[in-house]
């Protein structure tokens, strides 16, 4: 079976600052690694995705992860927080393949202050 | 990526009823997900849906409480039956397969669901 952990159901940084999420994976085979973004009252987008390229991943409005297999983690950074970051990240995980569910995390709830 | 078009977006409904979420995709997948994600919560796999076979349920969901339709390879319907009050949540739906393995994950803009 697979899972993740997301460390901290509340992040809170101030604007301008490094915005770190942390996730840590657990998989018996190879996986695949996404965050998604959730604003208020919105559905799911995706942030990035790790799957088995490279280890360095870029996504959009500035986020990158860092995929570590020695630390099984998968963490979400941003250098300089904005206010249109806040919202609730999820890190999800499945098998390789895009014919396999998403397993969620249980959410971390970023707020960025002034 | 594709593109899902997931309605109703909200709705209100009444204990005891039923209410089908419709999701239309712009490209033919092979695989839909529906998930559900309750107030505060992350979320959860209801069940996966091919075409052309019975949906496959995730433990603690059944088919009589969900039934799922997936009567071709760009549409697909959840119900949720006889509905309580606990099934206030949001529902969303998702597709995998060969464009999720280049594109990630979609998801549908999601149905928020009260049932009063």
């Known amino acids: 079976a697979q899972s993740v952990t997301q460390l901290g159901s509340h992040v809170s940084v101030s604007e301008g600052a490094l915005v770190l999420l942390r996730c840590n994976y657990s998989?018996?085979?190879?996986?695949?690694l996404f965050w998604y973004v959730q604003y208020p009252n919105q559905g799911l987008q995706l942030l990035l995705k790790?799957?088995?390229?490279?280890?360095l991943v870029k996504g959009i409005n500035g986020f990158e992860a860092e995929f570590k297999k020695s630390e099984t983690s998968f963490h979400l950074t941003k250098p300089s927080a904005h206010m249109s970051d806040a919202a609730e990240y999820f890190c999800?995980?499945?098998?390789?393949?895009?014919?396999?569910?998403?397993?969620f995390g249980t959410g971390t709830q970023l707020k960025v202050e002034l | 990526s594709a593109v899902i078009s997931q309605k109703p977006s909200r709705d209100i409904c009444q204990r005891g009823t039923s209410l089908t979420i419709q999701c239309q995709v712009d490209?033919?997948?092979?695989?839909m997900f529906w998930y559900r994600q309750q107030p505060g919560q992350s979320l959860t796999l209801i069940a996966t849906?091919?075409?052309?076979?019975?949906?496959?349920?995730e433990s603690g969901f059944v088919i009589d409480k969900f039934p799922i339709s997936r009567p071709n390879l760009t549409f697909s319907t959840l119900t949720v039956s006889n509905m309580s009050p606990e099934d206030s949540s949001i529902y969303l739906c998702?597709?995998?397969?060969?464009?999720?393995?280049?594109?990630?994950?979609?998801f549908g803009s999601g149905t928020r669901l009260t049932v009063v």
């Open positions: 998702s597709v995998g397969g060969q464009a999720a393995s280049n594109y990630g994950y979609t």
């Open positions: 998989s018996s085979v190879p996986p695949y």
């Open positions: 790790y799957t088995s390229a490279a280890t």
């Open positions: 999800a995980v499945s098998k390789t393949g895009g014919g396999n569910k998403l397993t």
């Open positions: 490209s033919q997948v092979t695989m």
């Open positions: 849906a091919n075409q052309g076979s019975e949906a496959t349920y």
